[in-house]
């Protein structure tokens, strides 16, 4: 399997940015997937998922602004961040769940992709 997050950026506050974590290589399916933020010298926090069946979590924080989807043809999932603050600036790594071509399921993370929103 190969995942690839992207769309990462400089933005200004009140701005958009719109993630992608794309699966490829021995993927069938792309099942739960959740999203996390590693703020600069913070722990990873979880902000939003996505689950076998389409329902969506939000953090706090991000609630209202930030939208989980996933486009099962092309076996990818979007973060949508509207209103972007200074305080969601940092590393941004997708966690989904994939069921491979042996028909087992493993979880998988990204690589990170970095949003850095200016005041």
């Known amino acids: 399997v190969q995942l690839q997050a992207f769309g990462g950026g400089l933005v200004q506050a009140g701005g958009f940015l719109r993630l992608s974590c794309a699966a490829s290589?021995?993927?069938?399916?792309?099942?739960?997937t959740a999203w996390y933020h590693q703020a600069p010298g913070k722990q990873r926090e979880l902000v939003a998922s996505i689950s076998n069946d389409g329902s969506t979590n939000y953090a706090d924080s991000v609630k209202g602004r930030f939208a989980v989807s996933r486009d099962n043809a092309k076996n990818t999932v979007y973060l949508q961040m509207n209103s972007l603050k200074p305080e969601d600036t940092g590393v941004y790594y997708c966690n989904p769940r994939i069921l491979t071509t042996s028909h087992r399921e493993y979880f998988y993370w990204g690589q990170g992709t970095q949003v850095t929103v200016s005041s």
């Open positions: 290589g021995s993927t069938l399916t792309v099942r739960a």
